[in-house]
């Protein structure tokens, strides 16, 4: 009688347990120099956001940048690149901006590549994330289920 009465509470407990919903998770790896793909990779991240969140479900999202890409989260790169170039990169630094705050996206600048291109912590865009070593962030986030989305044009 008593395993019949265990049975049948562990049998009730488990008919009214919720799903668990999964969270889609990846992370975008930006090592890219050219800012007109920058750009479009950025609208492209928010786009998708907005997409999980029409469609009610949980998302996680992680952005490191290294490489050529590095300069996108300095407010004196404004002072180093091209004229033609400067409304394109203010244009992502509001979006970098914009994904942070909105849409609650990671991002992570790597301190290997901000010591590369010359680039003092204090220019960095406000909640920029420091990592020792974005490669190290990248293989983690993927041993924990990241879809990894190189951006590298």
């Known amino acids: 009688m008593q395993k019949i009465v265990i049975l049948l509470s562990l049998l009730f407990s488990l008919s009214i347990a919720k799903p668990v919903t999964p969270v889609n998770k990846a992370v975008f790896d930006c090592s890219a120099e050219d800012m007109g793909y920058i750009y479009t990779r950025m609208k492209l991240i928010e786009k998708t956001a907005q997409d999980f969140s ?4 949980a998302y996680d999202f992680v952005l490191t940048i290294h490489s050529h890409c590095t300069p996108i989260v300095s407010k004196e790169s404004l002072e180093y690149v091209e004229d033609k170039q400067v409304k394109l990169l203010k244009n992502i630094q509001t979006q970098l901006i914009k994904l942070m705050s909105d849409y609650k996206v990671d991002i992570r600048v790597c301190k290997i590549a901000l010591n590369a291109h010359s680039i003092e912590t204090k220019t960095l865009l406000p909640n920029i994330n ?14 924990q289920g990241y879809a990894l989305f190189p951006l590298i044009k």
């Open 130 to 143: 420091i990592t020792k070593n974005s490669f190290l962030d990248v293989i983690r986030l993927q041993n």
């Open 54 to 57: 029409k469609a009610k479900e």
